[in-house]
């Protein structure tokens, strides 16, 4: 028995099978995760943060909305629309919320803070990007507005389309 295990062949049969026992144990997992380079594509992303806690809390929703520049200002609905769910932290109201617009074809886009009501007619508009509303808050700008998003021919998605808005509706800019 002696030299039938110090014989080198079965030595080194017995290191080959013990390595490949121990390498196809291991925990290593040769799974590709790959990192985000950046926004979804199609889509434009950010932060909308009130400057008043004058929400109205039933009676309708808040809605970030996406227009495309030639349609500004509104005559009908949005291209896509994300909305705004008023929260509570320690009962107090908070002010910022993160929103993604989807589903946007390449094109400029004015994005909007609105307030739509459930029982239909006008949905006035608190708020557009570039029209920060808190210092301009008797301005035409919103007509006009001096920044959109845009969405690359290669679809790329847009990110840090923040903007301030009231959440008084009485103070709509439209």
């Known amino acids: 028995m002696k ?3 110090l014989n080198p062949f079965i030595q080194t049969l017995l290191a080959v099978i013990l390595m490949f026992s121990v390498y196809s144990c291991s925990d290593d997992d040769n799974t590709v995760t790959p990192t985000p380079t ?3 594509a199609k889509s434009i992303n950010g932060t909308v943060t009130f400057v008043d806690t004058n929400f109205i ?3 309708g929703t808040y809605l970030i909305s996406a227009y495309p520049t030639t349609g500004w200002p509104p005559t009908g609905g949005p291209t896509s ?3 705004l769910h008023i929260t509570r ?3 107090v109201l908070n002010l910022s919320y993160n929103y993604k617009l989807v589903d946007l074809n390449p094109g400029s886009y004015v994005v909007s803070v ?3 009501k459930i029982t239909g007619g006008q949905s006035p508009i608190m708020s557009v990007y570039g029209c920060d509303t808190a210092r301009f808050p008797y301005s035409m ?3 006009n507005p001096t920044d959109s998003a845009t969405i690359g021919s290669n679809n790329e998605g847009v990110t840090g389309v923040n903007m301030l808005s009231w959440s008084d509706t009485a103070k709509k800019v439209y």
Do not use: E
Request: aromatic residues 14%; hydrophobic residues 25%; neutral net charge.
């Open 3 to 5: 030299k039938t295990i």
């Open 38 to 40: 950046g926004p979804d």
């Open 57 to 59: 809390l039933s009676g």
């Open 81 to 83: 629309y994300d909305t």
């Open 89 to 91: 932290t320690n009962n």
């Open 114 to 116: 609105g307030f739509r």
């Open 141 to 143: 700008c919103f007509l």
